[in-house]
C-alpha cells in the first residue's frame, strides 16, 4: 500500500505560481512513478505530468507544458508540482497518484494509489 497526501493548493490570481506537494508513505517511494492529474466541474479528470522511477524522465500535457514542473524529492518522499503562470482554465481538484508502471504513465487507469487531492483555483 501506498499513501498520498497533497497538500498547496490555494486560490491565486491569473499570472500567479503555486506550488503543489505530495508526500508519499508506506512502499519504497523510488519503486513507483507518479503523476499529477486534474479534475474541473463537470469535467472527466485529465492528466497533467508525470515522473519516472528514477526521476529521469518527465512528461507534461500540452496544456501545460512550459508552465508547470514535476519533480521529485526521494529524501523527503515528496513529489511536486511546480505551477507558473496560472489561468482559469487550472481551476480544478489536482490529484497526486502513484504507478508500478515506468511510463509515461498518462491514463487514470494505469496508477494504483491516489491522493484525496487539492483545490486550486485561478481568479482572472
Known amino acids: 500500500q501506498v499513501q498520498l497526501v497533497e497538500s498547496g493548493g490555494g486560490l491565486v490570481q491569473a499570472g500567479g505560481s503555486l506550488r503543489l506537494s505530495c508526500v508519499a508513505s508506506?512502499?519504497?517511494?523510488?519503486?513507483?512513478?507518479l503523476g499529477w492529474f486534474r479534475q474541473a466541474p463537470g469535467k472527466e479528470r485529465e492528466f497533467v505530468a508525470d515522473?519516472?522511477?528514477?526521476?529521469?524522465?518527465?512528461y507534461y500535457a500540452g496544456s501545460v507544458k512550459g508552465r508547470f514542473t514535476i519533480s521529485r524529492d526521494y529524501n523527503k518522499n515528496t513529489v511536486y508540482l511546480q505551477m507558473n503562470n496560472l489561468k482559469p482554465e487550472d481551476t480544478a481538484v489536482y490529484y497526486c497518484?502513484?504507478?508500478?508502471?515506468?511510463?509515461?504513465?498518462?491514463?487514470?487507469?494505469?496508477?494504483?494509489?491516489w491522493g484525496q487531492g487539492t483545490q486550486v483555483t485561478v481568479s482572472s
Open positions: 515522473i519516472s522511477w528514477t526521476g529521469a524522465r518527465t
Open positions: 497518484a502513484a504507478s508500478s508502471n515506468y511510463g509515461p504513465n498518462m491514463h487514470p487507469y494505469e496508477y494504483h494509489y
Open positions: 508506506g512502499r519504497t517511494f523510488s519503486s513507483y512513478g
